[in-house]
Structures are given as structure tokens and as C-alpha cells.
């Protein structure tokens, strides 16, 4: 599978992106999906998730209340809306599908778990 990210660019404190995550090459209907940044400098964080229905969806503390993961399966896509943004939240957004060989219990905030990458896209927040 491949993923292709968009959406990132340059924006002021306070503004808002949505970020897309297209997949193509197989379906991701059967993966929770992911959403990680990597600010320069720094390890690769874990920011949202999905399940596959997209009944359940899970966050990084500092962007509870601000960013919402949502899919649409029909499109074979994922979306990372941000409000609020912060010039801490400048980094590489990276999407990611879960592989279903792990179980939910082993969460969803783990890099490991997550099999295919896309390229990234860069997201800065001027302040």
C-alpha cells in the first residue's frame, strides 16, 4: 500500500489545516490508521489514531480538544483536522496503517505497530 500525505504548509498560531492521508495500492478498510509528527530534532510522536470503523479514536494529550482524526472508507483516505494550532505542533505529519497483526491491546500509540508509512508532509506554525 502507499500513502500519500497533503495538506501541511505554513500557518499562524491560532489557525487551522487538514491534513489527508490517500491510500492506494490495496484497501486500508480492515486497518486502524495513524497519524505521527517528528519535529526536527526529535524522535518520531505518536498524535491520533483510528480503528478501522472509525468508531474509536485516540490522541496525544497535547492535541485532545484541538485535532480530530476521521476516515473515509469509501475514499480510502484519512484526515488529521487541527485547530488551534501552536508552533509547537511545527513537525513532519506522517500517516500510518496498523498492522493487523497485533490486537488492540497492544494500543495504538506505538510506531512499532504500524507497517506502511507515507512520506510525510511539513506543517509550521508561526507564532
Known amino acids: 500500500v502507499q500513502l500519500q500525505a497533503s495538506g501541511g504548509g505554513l500557518v499562524q498560531a491560532g489557525g487551522s489545516l487538514r491534513l489527508s492521508c490517500a491510500a492506494s495500492?490495496?484497501?486500508?478498510?480492515?486497518?486502524?490508521m495513524g497519524w505521527f509528527r517528528q519535529a526536527p530534532g526529535k524522535e518520531r510522536d505518536f498524535v491520533a489514531a483510528?480503528?478501522?470503523?472509525?468508531?474509536?479514536?485516540y490522541y496525544t494529550d497535547s492535541v485532545k480538544g484541538r485535532f480530530t482524526i476521521s476516515r473515509d472508507n469509501a475514499k480510502n483516505t484519512v484526515y488529521l483536522q487541527m485547530n488551534s494550532l501552536k508552533p509547537e505542533d511545527t513537525a513532519v505529519y506522517y500517516c500510518?496503517?496498523?498492522?493487523?497483526?497485533?490486537?488492540?491491546?497492544?494500543?495504538?500509540?506505538?510506531?512499532?505497530?504500524?507497517?506502511?508509512w507515507g512520506q510525510g508532509t511539513l506543517v509550521t506554525v508561526s507564532s
Open positions: 495500492g490495496r484497501t486500508i478498510n480492515s486497518n486502524s
Open positions: 483510528i480503528t478501522r470503523s472509525g468508531g474509536s479514536t
Open positions: 500510518a496503517v496498523r498492522s493487523t497483526y497485533y490486537s488492540s491491546s497492544y494500543g495504538y500509540t506505538g510506531a512499532r505497530y504500524y507497517g506502511y
